[in-house]
């Protein structure tokens, strides 16, 4: 019998080898056919540009976001403000850098809160199945009946306007997202040789879950994850947009755009220019995501 046992866990011992190096053979072909879309690697650098700006955003902005200078209100891009100011006078490109800072925490942590959340659900439901299955799916299913901008906007309404709220308003919206994506890759890895070998050997639930499953959706979850930044910039822009996110004078982008559009006819770079910076910032995000996503799909491979 025991000899029996260490033929067993030898053979385990092979096939996460083997799995290893698939797995690290598959992440150098993803590179491989990521860096053939160029459009995902030039968005990919913008973003890389905009977190090294929200990073050292003290050091690279001009003005302090938060002075008022009437005398300067509503000054139009120029030699002294490259982004002009707004209706108190603070410069526009200071507190689009210092937004940044803003923007990015709340799309990264939104996605970390229903990432986390989201993938241990859906190893749970996917890996035991019954009824743990089923109410875990029917509570994303009641989720998933709201819009995601009204759910953010129930759960912002019970907890107060906020951005530490908002992030967890937008990832509370985006947490069936990965749920559901995790639990059918468990439900097909959890058949596969390696993981039946590890039960015959007498692997614990937690480490066959952690150690075999977990590596396996991580590859679809970081596509997801970096599509859902994008979203959750957007999201929280809105809700800041509709006053329930950030507060003045805080310098968030879609606070911006909202505090500017009373001037647009006569300033409209005050509302303009943030807005260009929160769909270009969102186009980068999505554009990455699909160049992930073609080149983690192996159907979708040219």
């Not at 190096?21 to 973003?47: D, H, P, T």
């Not at 540009?49 to 000054?75: C, G, K, Q, R, W």
């Not at 186009?283 to 699909?290: C, E, F, S, V, W």
Request: charged fraction near 15%; proline fraction near 5%.
């Amino acid at each position: 019998m025991t000899q029996k046992m260490a033929v067993h866990e030898a053979q385990i011992a092979r096939d996460v080898s083997e799995t290893s190096v698939k797995r690290e053979g598959q992440f150098y072909l993803i590179w491989r056919q990521l860096r053939k879309k160029k459009s995902a690697i030039v968005s990919g650098i913008i973003l890389l540009i905009l977190i090294v700006v929200a990073i050292f955003a003290p050091h690279i902005a001009p003005y302090d976001p938060l002075a008022i200078s009437p005398i300067d209100t509503l000054e139009p891009p120029g030699k002294k403000y490259l982004l002009g100011t707004d209706h108190l006078g603070r410069d526009i490109l200071s507190r689009l850098i210092f937004g940044a800072r803003i923007s990015l925490r709340l799309g990264i942590m939104s996605v970390g809160i229903a990432g986390i959340v989201g993938v241990l659900l859906g190893l749970l439901a996917g890996y035991y199945g019954g009824w743990l299955d089923s109410i875990i799916m029917r509570f994303m299913d009641i989720l998933l009946a709201f819009p995601g901008i009204l759910l953010a906007l129930g759960v912002v309404a019970v907890l107060g306007p906020g951005i530490t709220n908002v992030m967890i308003a937008v990832g509370v919206s985006s947490i069936p997202t990965f749920t559901r994506l995790v639990r059918g890759s468990v439900l097909a890895i959890k058949e596969m040789e390696h993981i039946q070998a590890a039960r015959i050997v007498g692997c614990g639930h937690t480490r066959i879950i952690f150690l075999h499953i977990l590596p396996n959706v991580i590859a679809p979850s970081i596509v997801v994850a970096t599509l859902g930044i994008a979203g959750a910039i957007l999201a929280g822009a809105g809700l800041s947009f509709l006053g329930v996110g950030a507060q003045p004078p805080i310098p968030e982008w879609g606070l911006m755009v909202n505090e500017g559009r009373r001037y647009l006819r006569i300033a409209w770079w005050v509302t303009t220019i943030p807005g260009i910076v929160i769909m270009a910032t969102v186009l980068a995000a999505n554009i990455l995501g699909d160049g992930l996503r073609d080149a983690i799909d192996p159907r979708l491979r040219m």
